[in-house]
């Protein structure tokens, strides 16, 4: 089925009628841009200059739908206009017609019809100047100019304009989006980011918390109750120290609390002894010199997450945390004892593991996690590499 042809446009039809109103009412009043007396006029009856009038109103509807359509009829009806007395309101409505076709018509059409009618220009009026050998032939290349040059000029401004604008507006919203998507990007970054300093931070802590209270409830034994609610005191302390930190950093929007609340490797040390005094037996060689403060905040995190998971899931041994720095790379290595099978002593989601990756991989390095088969016993090992160059730029 073939597509149905669009509506004219109201303002077309307008202009349609109207055309053809004024044209009638100059007709009546015995208007005409040529006198009855030319010979070329005198066989014509005094209706003939309405139907060019009327063909070209038709064509007004056809402006914006279908413009080199009604340029073809108009055309075909000027050039009837030539041979009658002529309707001022004709020619009116032709350089409109003139004007549509190049800024509605195809960009083929818009490059080609002022380049045809400025070239008729100068041939209509040079041509006839030479053979006739006057000047005054020279006015048929103004008329010619008038009639279409001009208008199919005007149309190529008007529409080049028109694109340029549509252009900055197609920008603007291409601008606008991406501005969104980096927002979202942005958003997205620093809720993840959010999530790995709280589960970080509190993971610890609570896993303590979760581990001596069940052995103050396992064992009926006043000594240890007394030092587990001791040790799940000074988490709860520290855990809610941690918090408050992170809920100032989140409400301080200048951001001058956030150097004081970034944990650094000289802490190393105290986290080790938190560990220890969870119950964890832990070796630490640490042998790092000064590094880019952001791998400094991930290889704490590391360290720390990898205590909390050592808390909540290795067996008795002996914790092993080693740093190393070589080639430019900060190495990270926490291995403790590894029974398979084994329940945790507190409940885990996963995310920790996912942050660790996340933090690695934000500054270009590595990270692995899995069980490592020895003949002394398997072990669970945690290894990072951070470049330091990365964090230099992070």
Request: glycine letters at 10%.
């Amino acid at each position: 089925m073939a597509p149905a042809l669009p509506r004219p446009h109201r303002d077309d039809l307008r202009i349609a009628l109207g055309g053809l109103l004024g044209g009638v009412l100059l007709w009546a009043l015995g208007i005409h841009p040529r006198v009855p007396s030319d010979p070329l006029v005198q066989w014509q009856a005094s209706w003939a200059p309405l139907l060019p009038l009327l063909a070209t109103a038709l064509c007004e509807p056809l402006r914006r739908i279908r413009p080199r359509v009604g340029l073809l009829v108009g055309t075909l009806a000027l050039t009837l206009d030539t041979v009658t007395l002529g309707n001022v309101v004709t020619l009116v409505l032709y350089t409109d017609l003139m004007y549509a076709a190049v800024l509605y018509g195809t960009p083929a059409s818009a490059r080609r019809i002022p380049w045809v009618t400025g070239m008729l220009t100068v041939l209509g009026g040079v041509v006839p100047a030479a053979l006739w050998r006057d000047p005054q032939g020279l006015l048929i290349g103004v008329g010619v100019g008038v009639l279409a040059f001009a208008p199919a000029a005007t149309g190529l401004v008007v529409r080049n304009h028109r694109d340029a604008a549509e252009t900055a507006r197609l920008r603007a919203e291409q601008t606008a989006l991406l501005a969104e998507m980096d927002r979202a990007q942005a958003v997205t970054a620093e809720r993840a980011r959010m999530a790995r300093e709280l589960h970080d931070m509190v993971a610890n802590h609570l896993s303590a918390i979760a581990i001596h209270s069940t052995a103050a409830l396992s064992l009926d034994d006043p000594q240890t109750s007394r030092d587990a609610l001791v040790v799940i005191r000074e988490n709860s302390v520290e855990g809610l120290a941690e918090m408050r930190r992170l809920i100032g950093i989140l409400r301080d929007s200048s951001g001058d609390r956030e150097p004081a609340a970034t944990p650094t490797l000289d802490g190393l040390a105290a986290l080790v002894d938190s560990a220890r005094a969870n119950g964890l037996e832990v070796l630490l060689e640490d042998g790092h010199d000064r590094v880019p403060a952001p791998v400094e905040l991930a290889a704490y995190r590391i360290v720390q997450e990898s205590l909390t998971n050592a808390l909540k899931h290795a067996a008795e041994g002996e914790v092993r945390v080693t740093l190393r720095q070589q080639d430019g790379t900060l190495r990270i290595r926490v291995t403790s004892p590894y029974r398979p099978g084994d329940s945790p002593r507190a409940p885990g989601s996963g995310a920790g593991l996912a942050g660790m990756g996340e933090r690695a991989a934000l500054l270009g390095g590595s990270f692995e996690a899995g069980p490592e088969p020895r003949s002394e016993g398997a072990r669970w090992a945690v290894c990072a590499a951070l470049p330091l160059d990365q964090g230099d730029s992070a």
